[in-house]
């Protein structure tokens, strides 16, 4: 994407109520839906100063936006063996293996998920606008995060489940490989988490800048060097868990990002899992009731690998991994 458009227009409200910048773009001038602001990576200019989209606009403000024009993607459906853990009219849950990035991006612009939906959900096509190369995509995961993964058949759903995670009334659930032992045996981590100025690849904890970010952490099990933790994502903040474990001091064993390489496993890539997800479906609506859908994926082969090495009891310590979750 380049930044190459730039608009100016004189605020006019119908009422004599202040609007939010993002609100008025949206709403009043049908500029972009609330996903497209985000990924057009859009920018208010309030008499040439740049606002937070947040900030309350009055009838005769002169404001700017810039955005990026989308670069042209045609999404053409991909057959892919998908590990679906669960499907429905309205959704489907998929086991997503390390490697795969969940919709196209700069460099991605095949193989991702979205590209594999597609195909298997054909009806998709249709039921999303041209324009969006995220058709479906509730949330995501890092290109080397494997685990549970929900995607909405149908715009409604997609705000059904989206509104869910906003809400923070979801519940997920991770596994990972860290290194060291944390010094207490669970905790919460709650910080603010930003974008780091000298690396726009990595995120890091700030007291000044960023968004209120909360993990919690359970170890599981310790073997000296590295403890097999289980984190809970209270919110959805890039590289959260990633960056909490770098606080901790105990980083995620292989990652490439904020980690350094580990002696004993040289090759080992990034030992982080959506072990379990717990949400609410349009379809899960029993007697008036709501009832919770939970989805898990299994511990992945390559943390079976490593438990077996290192642990005395490998088939004890994955019995650990699901008491942990009750």
Do not use: W
């Amino acid at each position: 994407m380049s930044r190459d458009v730039s608009e100016i227009f004189t605020v006019e409200l119908d009422t004599h109520e202040p609007l939010r910048a993002d609100r008025y773009i949206g709403d009043y001038l049908k500029l972009f839906t609330r996903s497209q602001i985000k990924h057009r990576a859009v920018r208010v200019l309030l008499h040439n100063k740049e606002i937070k989209l947040s900030k309350l606009l009055t009838s005769g403000d002169i404001i700017t936006v810039e955005y990026n024009n989308p670069e042209l993607l045609e999404l053409v459906p991909e057959n892919m063996n998908l590990n679906i853990i669960y499907e429905d009219k309205n959704a489907i849950v998929i086991n997503k293996p390390q490697g795969m990035v969940v919709h196209p991006g700069a460099g991605n612009y095949t193989g991702t998920l979205v590209h594999g939906l597609l195909y298997h959900c054909n009806e998709m096509t249709n039921r999303f606008s041209e324009d969006d190369i995220r058709p479906g995509i509730v949330h995501r995961l890092d290109k080397d995060t494997s685990g549970v993964i929900i995607s909405a058949k149908n715009p409604d759903t997609l705000e059904y489940l989206a509104s869910q995670f906003r809400n923070k009334s979801t519940q997920k659930f991770y596994i990972a490989m860290v290194k060291g032992v944390p010094v207490k045996n669970e905790g919460i981590i709650e910080t603010n988490i930003a974008r780091d100025l000298n690396n726009r690849k990595k995120f890091t904890v700030s007291k000044t800048r960023g968004k209120s970010a909360l993990s919690r952490y359970k170890v599981i099990e310790s073997y000296g060097d590295l403890s097999l933790v289980l984190l809970g994502l209270e919110t959805g903040r890039t590289h959260q868990l990633r960056v909490h474990m770098l606080d901790l001091g105990n980083s995620i064993l292989g990652d490439p990002v904020y980690g350094r390489k580990s002696g004993l496993f040289p090759e080992i890539t990034l030992m982080l899992h959506a072990l379990q997800l717990s949400i609410n479906l349009p379809s899960s609506v029993e007697n008036g009731k709501v009832k919770i859908s939970t989805f898990r994926a299994p511990v992945p082969k390559r943390f079976v690998d490593i438990i077996e090495k290192i642990s005395r009891d490998p088939k004890k310590t994955l019995m650990l991994v699901e008491k942990a979750l009750d």
